[in-house]
């Protein structure tokens, strides 16, 4: 008998506990249950279950400005509503106590008795640090300072430091004994480069993918673009850079740039679509070419560079639209670079700077080509 009476406490003891969490809207599955079971805790529950049902019914009713008042007035009173210049004040104090410019500081210090009070006294207790004699720390205090600091790494071994140094350029391939020992002594970066070695040989072991084709005709295209090619290189763009040079032969130069346009134009008729016309082609890209006349000794030059026009016309629907437009937009730029040098030549003959910034236009007019007809090939 006692224990079922213990027992029945026990469970009215829980309701009671349970009952507040239980009226917020929480899952307590033993306060429905118990509420069922016991006739006392079930009235308590249906009590408060009707009168929050009956305050929900209620109008609701807007509170009258004295209550309004009047609660504000209590609740800053118990400061749990911060006027928002203390709070700009408690925000800007720590910045003034710096040393900082906060005019706001002092000035609602002023106003604001409890701030007021606040900046006083941490004044004073500043000036009271720094009236403090200064004293030397003892033996143990550095030992320990130290022995902290040098536990939470603030303090690097040089051995370490020279490791992390050469890291790099032993990893690259060179002779770098001091990392392999030093590795082998310390644990730390001994487990760094036990890492990092363990990632290269995973990366080794991935299978090689290529890149789609897509992906090379972009990346190629942007670096056009960028100028990655406008360097001379070997093979015929160094024959052109030639060009440049005062002390060579013209005769040679000329014969040399009639070779290497018969050699680029051979291999781009591979390149043809059945039922095309390369030498129609070719004459409307030299008409184009030739039409403004450029001075004779840069007229084998200007072939060269009608040539592979032409070849690049006759193949452009082998390039993706994307790669296409980038070229396209180059060599328009190109021309207009091309017409206007030879129009100063045409009005002014002499024009020694034109005449060099048309020998460079036609460079990089043929190495834009020469990359365009590259990928065409692909």
């Known amino acids: 008998m006692e224990d079922s009476r213990y027992q029945a406490r026990a469970a009215c003891a829980r309701f009671d506990a349970e009952l507040e969490a239980f009226m917020e809207g929480e899952a307590r599955p033993f306060v429905a249950s118990h509420g069922r079971d016991c006739a006392a805790c079930g009235a308590l529950l249906a009590d408060l279950a009707a009168i929050r049902q009956a305050a929900l019914e209620l109008p609701q009713e807007e509170p009258s400005p004295l209550v309004w008042t009047n609660l504000r007035a209590q609740l800053t009173a118990e400061k749990a509503v911060r006027a928002a210049a203390c709070a700009q004040f408690e925000a800007e104090l720590q910045a ?73 350029d032993y990893l690259e391939g060179e002779a770098r004994p001091l990392v392999p020992a030093h590795a082998r002594e310390c644990a730390a970066c001994g487990a760094v480069l036990a890492d990092i ?84 082609a070719g004459a409307a890209a030299a008409t184009q070419v030739a039409s403004a006349l450029p001075p004779a000794e840069d007229r084998a030059l200007a072939q060269v560079v009608s040539d592979l026009e032409s070849s690049f016309k006759a193949n452009e629907a082998l390039l993706t639209p994307d790669l296409k437009a980038t070229y396209d937009k180059s060599l328009v730029s190109l021309d207009g670079s091309i017409r206007e040098c030879l129009d100063s030549l045409q009005r002014e003959p002499g024009n020694t700077l034109a005449h060099d910034y048309l020998l460079a236009a036609y460079t990089r007019k043929a190495e834009v080509l020469s990359s365009a007809l590259e990928f065409q090939g692909r």
């Not at 004699?133 to 033996?139: F, I």
């Not at 763009?237 to 002390?247: G, Y």
């Not at 014969?255 to 291999?267: R, Y």
Request: aromatic residues 6%; proline residues 8%; charged residues 15%.
């Open 197 to 280: 070695e363990a990632l290269r040989r995973a990366a080794s072991a991935m299978p090689r993918e290529e890149p789609s084709p897509f992906l090379w005709t972009r990346l190629c295209a942007q670096l056009a673009e960028a100028g990655a090619f406008g360097q001379p290189v070997a093979g015929w763009r160094q024959i052109l850079s030639w060009r440049f040079l005062p002390h060579l032969a013209p005769v040679g130069v000329l014969a040399g740039l009639v070779v290497m346009a018969s050699v680029l134009i051979l291999p781009s008729l591979t390149f043809q679509h059945p039922g095309g016309s390369q030498e129609g």
């Open 96 to 168: 003034c106590l710096e040393g900082e410019t906060r005019p706001l500081v002092a000035a609602h210090a002023r106003e604001c008795a409890a701030c007021g009070a606040l900046l006083e006294d941490l004044q004073a207790v500043r000036q009271a640090a720094q009236a403090l004699p200064l004293e030397e720390p003892s033996p143990a205090v550095w030992t320990n300072l130290r022995a902290q600091l040098a536990a939470g790494g603030a303090f690097r071994v040089p051995a370490c430091a020279q490791f992390e140094a050469e890291l790099a």
